[in-house]
C-alpha cells in the first residue's frame, strides 16, 4: 500500500506524490540537480546538507545502491523528489534497491512528482524553502511550516558534517567506512604514511566528497583529513607541501573561522579550493559571495577556461557564486560559466593559490577538469 506525502513551498505552491523512503517530515531549501546519472552520488555528498533536492531525469533507482559509488558513510540531504522510481534495481553492481537505501537512512522521499512543473517553477521563481511530509495532510500547515523553516543563509552547515579529528586518508579505511565501519581517528599531527608519497596535502574537510581524497592519493600525495574548524597553526604543524580546500554545503560568509585560517596559511604554502573551498578562498582574499537565484547543481554546466581557450563541461554543486564586482587586484578570473557568465575559477596572483567553484573530481560526472589536480601537484613542486 502506497504512503502519500506532499511537498510545500513558501511560496503556496504545494504538490502531491507517494512516499518512498523513510516516513517523517523535514525542511530545506528546494533545488535541482540536472544530471541523468549519479543520484546516490548525490545523496551521500555533504554539500547538500539543508536541501531537498529534485532530479530532473524521469526515471530514478534503475540502477540501485551499490557500496563502490557512495561519496561518504551516509546520505546527507534533507529531502530527496523524483517524478518516477525505479522499483526494480537492473544492475549486477546494485546492493539494494533506491527505495530501501532511503528508508535504511531515515531520508524522507516522494515520487509521482510533476518535476518538470516544480523545476519550471524553481527557475522563474527561485530556489525556496519547502517542507516535505508524509505526516502532515494539511496544505496551509505545510505552507506554514516551509516559511518558518530557517533556509541556507547565515547557517553554519559545515560543523555538521565535518570530520571530528584529523585522520590519514587510507583506502584500506575507505573501504572500512564504506561497509559501515567507523573509520580510525588518528590523533592530531601524528598521522603516519601509507606509502611512499613524494608529497603531504593537507585536505580541509568542510564536507568532502571522498573522490577528492582519492584523487589526490592517487597522484602520489600523502594526504591528512583534518576538520574544517583547524587553524591555521594546526595545520602547518602538519608540515604539508600543499593545502587543499574541500567543497562543502551551505553559505560561505558565516564561516570566519574557516577564512581567517586561509589567509593565515596563504603565502605559506600552496592552497588548491573546490566549490565551497573556492568561495572561501575568495572571500579570504577580500572578495563578497552572494546567493544565485536557483544554483548550478549537474553535471553537464558548461565552464570556459580563459587561459586554455577551450571549453570544459564540469560536474557542480552550489547555491552561492563569488561578485565579481568584489573581486580584488590580487585575484584574477580563470574560469567563467557560459551559462550565466559568472565566476568559474580564480587564481592569485602573487601566491600559490587557485580554486574553482566545480568538481574536477567528478564522481558523478564528466572529467574535462581532472588536470587541475595535476596543476596543484606542479604548484607543490612536486
Known amino acids: ?17 507517494t512516499s518512498i523512503g523513510a516516513a517523517g517530515e523535514v525542511d530545506g531549501e528546494v533545488c535541482f540537480n540536472t544530471s541523468m546519472t549519479g543520484y546516490q552520488e548525490i545523496l551521500t555528498d555533504p554539500s547538500y546538507r539543508g536541501q531537498i533536492v529534485t532530479m530532473t531525469y524521469p526515471e530514478i533507482g534503475n540502477y540501485g545502491i551499490n557500496v563502490d559509488d557512495l561519496e561518504s558513510a551516509k546520505p546527507h540531504l534533507a529531502g530527496f523528489v523524483v517524478r518516477q522510481r525505479s522499483r526494480v534495481a537492473s544492475n549486477f553492481r546494485s ?12 531520508v524522507v522521499g516522494i515520487a509521482g512528482v510533476d518535476t518538470r512543473a516544480l523545476v519550471r517553477h524553481i527557475r522563474d521563481q527561485g530556489a525556496m524553502k519547502g517542507v516535505l511530509s508524509t505526516v502532515d495532510p494539511d496544505n496551509v500547515s505545510l505552507v506554514k511550516k516551509a516559511r518558518l523553516s530557517p533556509g541556507l543563509v547565515g547557517r553554519d552547515l559545515v560543523r555538521e558534517v565535518m570530520p571530528t579529528q584529523p585522520r590519514n586518508w587510507d583506502e584500506r579505511l575507505h573501504e572500512l567506512t564504506r561497509m559501515g565501519h567507523s573509520p580510525i581517528d588518528i590523533k592530531e599531527g601524528h598521522a603516519q604514511r601509507s606509502g611512499d608519497c613524494d608529497a603531504h596535502v593537507v585536505a580541509i574537510d568542510y564536507g568532502m566528497k571522498w573522490n577528492i581524497a582519492r584523487h589526490l592519493a592517487e597522484m602520489g600525495c600523502r594526504v591528512t583529513v583534518v576538520p574544517g574548524t583547524a587553524t591555521a597553526d594546526e595545520v602547518l604543524a602538519l608540515k604539508p607541501d600543499g593545502v587543499f580546500l574541500s567543497n562543502g554545503p551551505g553559505d560561505p560568509e558565516p564561516l570566519t573561522y574557516a577564512i581567517d585560517m586561509i589567509r593565515d596559511v596563504l603565502g605559506r604554502a600552496p ?3 573546490i566549490c565551497l573551498g573556492h568561495q572561501l578562498l575568495s572571500l579570504a582574499c577580500g ?8 544554483g548550478h547543481r549537474g553535471a553537464n554546466q558548461p565552464v570556459m577556461n580563459v587561459e586554455r581557450g577551450k571549453v570544459e563541461i564540469t560536474s557542480q554543486n552550489h547555491g552561492f557564486a563569488v561578485s565579481p564586482d568584489s573581486l580584488p587586484g590580487d585575484l584574477e578570473v580563470t574560469h567563467h560559466n557560459l551559462n550565466d557568465g559568472t565566476i568559474e575559477g580564480v587564481r592569485h596572483r602573487r601566491l600559490p593559490a587557485f580554486s574553482v567553484q566545480y568538481h574536477p573530481e567528478a564522481s558523478a560526472g564528466p572529467h574535462d577538469s581532472g588536470y587541475l589536480f595535476g596543476k596543484f601537484r606542479e604548484l607543490m613542486g612536486k
Not at 513551498?9 to 504538490?15: A, I, K, P, R, Y
Not at 546492493?95 to 531515515?106: I, N, Q, W
Not at 572578495?287 to 536557483?294: G, R, V, W
Open 1 to 17: 500500500m502506497t504512503q502519500p506525502a506532499k511537498l510545500a513551498l513558501e511560496d503556496g505552491t504545494v504538490f502531491t506524490g
Open 287 to 294: 572578495a563578497q559571495t552572494f546567493k544565485l537565484k536557483f
Open 271 to 273: 592552497v588548491f579550493g
Open 95 to 106: 546492493d539494494e534497491t533506491l527505495e530501501a537505501y532511503l528508508a535504511r537512512h531515515g
